[in-house]
């Protein structure tokens, strides 16, 4: 089946340490994309890549690293200096502009809490 | 600068009818959506509309496009307690950068 995989599901991790999230998918997509979910605030744009071993910051990068050494993964680095960690995290995937209607396709999420 | 605005909250009973509504900001939007988050889960698309169009029918969805007053709208019809989840709406302007609305939770009661 294709799709988008993340995880873990949920991750705790203690203040002052970098955590990487894992996101995978089988779907051939070109481009990949990282969001952050907080109640009430809707998605906002972390990261995204369109293409193999490049990628751009999103509306709100800092504190955060992501590498696309291969087309299939977008792992994202959530590090020590992000200040208010805690969220639910998104990952997802589209074809590139000039598909039919450029849907993205999400992953389950992961939930990532700071103790 | 794009920008993309949903009430929040919006409850109904079993069996009638949900609106939720959208306004947009970015005249030049080319696929607007409506995107469904279950509890704990992902987005899945719902629904999408070309902005040539005015309405789109999908069984118990209807989709309402006003690009002049820049306002999209979702109705399900005979709303179940299965629908309930959060709604987003989103636009594309033909890139691949999508802008989401905050999300409209829409609660059913039985």
């Known amino acids: 089946d294709g799709g988008i995989t993340q995880s873990p599901k949920y991750l705790f991790r203690k203040e002052g340490q970098n955590v990487t999230l894992s996101c995978e998918q089988n779907?051939?997509?070109?481009?990949m994309y990282w969001y952050r979910q907080d109640p009430g605030q809707g998605l906002r744009l972390i990261y995204y890549?369109?293409?193999?071993?490049?990628?751009q910051k999103g509306d709100i990068a800092e504190g955060y690293s992501v590498s696309r050494e291969k087309k299939e993964s977008f792992p994202l680095t959530v590090t020590s200096a992000q200040k208010n960690p805690t969220a639910f995290y998104l990952c997802?995937?589209?074809?590139?502009?000039?598909?039919?209607?450029?849907?993205?396709?999400f992953g389950p999420g992961t939930r990532l809490t700071v103790l | 600068g794009e920008d993309v605005e949903q009430s929040l909250f919006l409850s109904v009973r079993e069996g009638d009818s949900s609106v939720i509504n959208c306004t947009y900001t970015?005249?030049?939007?080319?696929?607007l959506y409506w995107y469904k988050q279950e509890p704990g889960a992902g987005l899945q698309l719902l629904t999408y509309i070309f902005s040539n169009m005015d309405m789109k029918q999908d069984q118990r969805l209807t989709v309402l496009l006003n690009k002049k007053d820049k306002h999209l709208s979702l109705r399900i019809a005979d709303t179940q307690t299965g629908d309930s989840a959060i709604y987003f709406c989103?636009?594309?302007?033909?890139?691949?950068?999508?802008?989401f609305g905050a999300g409209t939770r829409l609660f059913v009661k039985a």
């Open positions: 890549s369109q293409i193999v071993n490049d990628f």
């Open positions: 970015d005249s030049s939007s080319t696929y």
């Open positions: 779907l051939n997509h070109d481009a």
């Open positions: 989103a636009e594309n302007t033909g890139g691949f950068k999508t802008i």
């Open positions: 997802a995937s589209s074809m590139i502009s000039g598909s039919s209607y450029n849907e993205q396709f």
